[in-house]
């Protein structure tokens, strides 16, 4: 696929692939960026650009680009066998050998997991995983499932439901009856007058307020990740999870750890449930699994709901096509072994993470910037219009756009979340592409803040 020009290229994209996420006009109007090749944390565009990938993909290239392992895996794969399905009493190796992987990884309460194609699927499997164990624990009353604001759980009609995010909430006639949403622990905003610790145990409070709300006899489930990613990285203090799980066993509903953002090693542990000191009874998994080399997804079902399924349940009516695909698992089992031979999580934990954290933070003393939070390899930027008094810019999402752009133009994807600049890089980054990575973040808010005339900027 070479001999075209850009401008070739755009053509036909505005011409023929409505992109997700996206108005077509507007993109038709400016033209994709192309990007032909990527190794490592970098990506390499039609122009010739080298781009720093500050966000691993979509948050999902865990072990980078150019894994040979992967490819390999994946071309073994379809030459043994290509697809069959799950259906009809049918399975293949890479599946099995997959779900007994996976069940090692994980806490100690997963034994089975169901695959789907991606985190959507999955936590669309999800909503009728939940409600069919309620049907059979007798209580068919319980249909509502908690989440919170502001939250992304998938772009399906089940996923976006259960996310809390009111411009997908605006098209669709979403959210679907039986879902509620609460607020998100986002102190920077929402606790201002509270310590972090403080915070959390408010924030928490509200799934309480909610379930007696509601009666806790129709609550099914609370579902939520340990760090809300495309939400902006919204990390919530210590007290928060422990208090949750202490709500959900008061009154005896299901929690569900959305695990596609990070899962696989981004905290600098293999879950970020085990990162924040909960035990969730499903996990929903996708992304890193396999690295963002092949699609798959997975729900971890904990014992408590997996054994009345499989003892109580008779046939469970759902599943999908490439539910357990041989070439994604035999792709994702390549991509654990890297995790697990080159020490990928630990080093996350005991060495690239905390040199992240530690230049990501300089960037707090920057004028433009509110707060610098993060964990492991992951991490956010707060742009502000007034410090002391965390006083957001009132257009906000123009300032973190105008910042975006001057990071690609600078050779950075460095996600805008409204004001919010996001970063995930690659797992593997090095300490020298950490660097670059912090420096030009720093160039890039010198150029946004010149642009708003932001007096103390440099």
């Known amino acids: 696929m070479t001999g075209r020009t850009t401008a070739q290229w755009q053509a036909l994209d505005s011409s023929h692939y409505l992109h997700p996420f996206t108005d077509f006009k507007a993109l038709a109007a400016e033209g994709a960026r192309v990007i032909e090749r990527a190794e490592g944390v970098y990506l390499h565009d039609s122009e010739g650009r080298k781009i720093l990938d500050g966000m691993a993909g979509l948050w999902c290239v865990n072990v980078g680009y150019g894994r040979r392992e992967l490819a390999e895996a994946a071309y073994r794969q379809m030459q043994e066998l290509p697809y069959y399905n799950s259906f009809f009493k049918s399975a293949h190796p890479p599946a099995i050998e997959l779900a007994a992987r996976l069940a090692r990884l994980t806490p100690p309460q997963f034994s089975r997991v169901f695959f789907s194609g991606s985190g959507s699927e999955a936590n669309d499997t999800i909503i009728r995983m939940v409600r069919r164990y309620w049907d059979l624990m007798g209580e068919p009353g319980r249909q509502v499932i908690i989440s919170r604001e502001n939250a992304y759980h998938g772009s399906t009609v089940g996923g976006a439901s259960l996310g809390g995010m009111s411009a997908m909430h605006s098209q669709g006639g979403l959210p679907i009856p039986g879902i509620e949403h609460i607020e998100q622990p986002y102190w920077y905003e929402n606790g201002i007058d509270l310590s972090p610790a403080e915070y959390g145990l408010r924030a928490a409070s509200r799934l309480a307020e909610c379930i007696e709300r509601i009666g806790p006899q129709r609550v099914a489930a609370f579902i939520g990740e340990p760090i809300q990613g495309a939400g902006g990285v919204i990390i919530p203090p210590e007290t928060y999870w422990p ?80 539910s357990g695909h041989p070439v994604a698992c035999a792709v994702a089992l390549a991509n654990l072994d890297i995790l697990e031979q080159d020490g990928l999580v630990d080093r996350v934990r005991e060495d690239i993470g905390p040199y992240l954290q530690e230049g990501w933070r300089s960037l707090a003393e920057h004028p433009l910037v509110g707060e610098a939070r993060g964990v492991g390899l992951i991490g956010a930027l707060e742009l502000v219009a007034h410090k002391p008094s965390r006083t957001f810019f009132r257009d906000r999402g123009r300032v973190g756009t105008i910042c975006r752009d001057h990071c690609f133009a600078n050779g950075l994807v460095m996600r805008a979340v409204r004001d919010t600049m996001i970063i995930s890089p690659p797992l593997v980054i090095s300490r020298a592409e950490v660097d670059e990575l912090v420096d030009k973040a720093r160039r890039c808010l010198d150029l946004t803040a010149r642009d708003i005339g932001l007096v103390g900027a440099s």
Request: aromatic share 14%; proline share 2%.
């Open 243 to 322: 208090e949750i799980q202490r709500i959900c066993r008061h009154y005896g509903i299901l929690l569900i750890a959305d695990e596609v953002v990070c899962g696989f090693g981004r905290t600098g542990r293999w879950f970020g449930c085990e990162h924040f000191g909960f035990e969730p009874d499903l996990m929903t998994l996708a992304k890193g699994i396999t690295s963002g080399y092949q699609p798959l997804g997975a729900v971890m079902v904990g014992d408590r709901v997996a054994e009345v399924l499989v003892e109580q349940g008779g046939e469970f009516f759902h599943g999908y096509t490439y």
